[in-house]
Nanobody, 122 residues
Framework: QVQVVESGGGLVQPGESLRLSCAAS????????MGWYRQAPGKERELVAV???????KYSDSVNGRFLIARAAIKNTVYLHMNRMKPEDTAVYYC????????????????WGQGTQVTVSS
């Protein structure tokens, strides 16, 4: 099994910055991608940013140029650096990890964390 844990959420004012962390652990052979998604009240979950194992990144239009997803020095951990934050960034942020397990078949996994609340308000 693979566990995914997010941390770093909180309350910030518009224009401020915040950093989220996502750590994956457990029966991991290889990680193909780690991504951040968010879900605001009454809205569907949406992609924020993704980092592939090869180092490619993708961002939603709403955060491109303000957010940065980056690999941490700690194995199987990524950060989401959120800058110039806006009230519309308020949501529960979830980390998603895609990869293969270290069992004999290298079974694919698609694991989610429990989410961390981010609130941007003055």
């Amino acid at each position: 099994q693979v566990q995914v844990v997010e941390s770093g959420g909180g309350l910030v004012q518009p224009g401020e910055s915040l950093r989220l962390s996502c750590a994956a652990s457990g029966s991991i052979f290889r990680i193909n991608a780690m991504g951040w998604y968010r879900q605001a009240p009454g809205k569907e979950r949406e992609l924020v940013a993704v980092l592939t194992g090869g180092g490619s990144t993708k961002y939603s239009d709403s955060v491109n140029g303000r957010f940065l997803i980056a690999r941490a020095a700690i194995k199987n951990t990524v950060y989401l650096h959120m800058n110039r934050m806006k009230p519309e960034d308020t949501a529960v942020y979830y980390c998603n990890v895609l990869g293969s397990s270290d069992d004999y078949a290298n079974t694919a996994f698609d694991s989610w964390g429990q989410g961390t609340q981010v609130t941007v308000s003055s």
